[in-house]
């Protein structure tokens, strides 16, 4: 295999790479995390000694001691962003800087090594010149990135592990919902919390998902696509969905207003709920952080003082939600249709993401 040389990342790619026709046919319709390009990179890290040289590889299996600590202690966080076709033909990732600092906050809460942001950026970067044919040239299309980091010493005692491994790959992706961009029926609940004050919820780490899977098998069979997450004290507050951020759409003074639940510790910061308060104000739209409660989002659709609901997140990007089931009942939101603001706002993210209107933040990084 050739091997090139960058500033932290050894490149080895494969011998032979998959045909133009198998790879077409591959990425036709590939929904979400389901399809994966040919190469992944891997760094490893050893107390004392730091972060290794990483090595972009073809892509295949983990090599795992069985006593290594992540499968017994959960020492494990991950992050999620994107690269996107432009419309000059060249490819960017939308604030893949934002998402390193991210998860090295998460970093920190579970005990591991900060990963050097220069290095994050840069195996994203390696990985997506590598396989830059798996990038999807349409509007709301991308290839998703998804680097992860896991504790791999193999020792039993209950402590933070020395030595860990950081892992990048990439995914074709289209909808993350398998009904495509629609409005969304979500289930308020009210059995379960996915994270308390102190806890680990503004930590992207693999046991907040683990926790959180129960409640969304109740979801779905209750015909829902999703979880609304309540607080953990007062079971009121409404703070945040299965895999992403939620903001309400309110009629204030005569024009719209986007609120999103303010960060208090127990939610995940989210980088695209972050940029759409930012795009919100831009757009002439008043953006808030503000708690709001179950009772208040029902109150507030009947009586006309909110007018919509959406989810948003690197994988979701931004989608509609239709109708609110609990255990008390259902409500529709806009008449189960999408509504004006989430649909412009959509229009101005990913316009954005793919080259079409000016980056004004400097929030795309040039990849190649």
């Not at 891997?42 to 090599?63: D, F, I, Q, S």
């Not at 020492?75 to 490819?91: H, L, M, N, R, T």
Request: hydrophobic residues 45%; glycine residues 10%.
């Amino acid at each position: 295999m050739a091997l090139a040389v960058l500033s932290h990342i050894d490149v080895r790619p494969v011998e032979h790479r998959v045909s133009d026709a198998e790879r077409a046919e591959r990425m036709t319709n590939p929904g979400f995390g389901k399809v994966f390009t040919e190469h992944m990179v891997t760094v490893r890290y050893v107390e004392g000694k730091g972060w290794e040289r990483g090595e972009l590889k073809p892509y295949g299996p983990l090599l795992l001691d069985p006593a290594a600590s992540v499968l017994h202690y959960g020492q494990a966080i991950f992050e999620g962003f994107k690269a996107y076709y432009q419309a000059d033909g060249s490819v960017k990732t939308f604030r893949p800087f934002a998402n390193a600092q991210r998860f090295n906050r998460s970093a920190e809460r579970l005990a591991m090594p900060a990963l050097p942001e220069e290095i994050f950026v840069e195996a994203a970067d390696a990985l997506i010149r590598e396989d830059r044919a798996w990038v999807p040239a349409a509007i709301g299309e991308s290839l998703y990135l998804r680097p992860l980091m896991i504790a791999t010493e193999a020792a039993l005692g209950v402590r933070p592990s020395k030595e860990y491994l950081f892992v990048l790959f990439a995914s074709p992706a289209g909808a993350y919902f398998s009904g495509g961009v629609k409005p969304v029926t979500v289930w308020i609940s009210e059995d379960y919390v996915r994270a308390a004050p102190g806890g680990t919820g503004f930590a992207k780490c693999a046991g907040n998902y683990a926790a959180s899977l129960l409640a969304q098998k109740q979801a779905q069979a209750e015909g829902c696509d999703q979880v609304v997450w309540l607080d953990a004290i007062h079971r009121k507050y409404i703070e945040e969905m299965g895999g992403m951020n939620i903001f309400f759409v309110y009629q204030e003074g005569g024009r719209s207003v986007v609120v999103t639940p303010e960060l208090t510790g127990s939610l995940l910061p989210g980088v695209t709920r972050l940029s759409i308060l930012e795009l919100a104000r831009e757009l002439g739209f008043g953006a808030e952080e503000r708690k709001v409660t179950v009772d208040e989002w029902d109150a507030a659709l009947k009586e006309g003082r909110m007018t919509e609901a959406f989810a948003c997140g690197t994988a979701a990007v931004i989608t509609p939600i239709g109708r609110v089931k609990s255990k008390a009942g259902e409500w529709l939101v806009n008449r189960g249709a999408t509504g004006p603001v989430a649909e412009q706002l959509r229009e101005a993210l990913l316009n954005l993401q793919h080259g079409v209107t000016a980056d004004t933040h400097g929030w795309m990084h040039d990849v190649c």
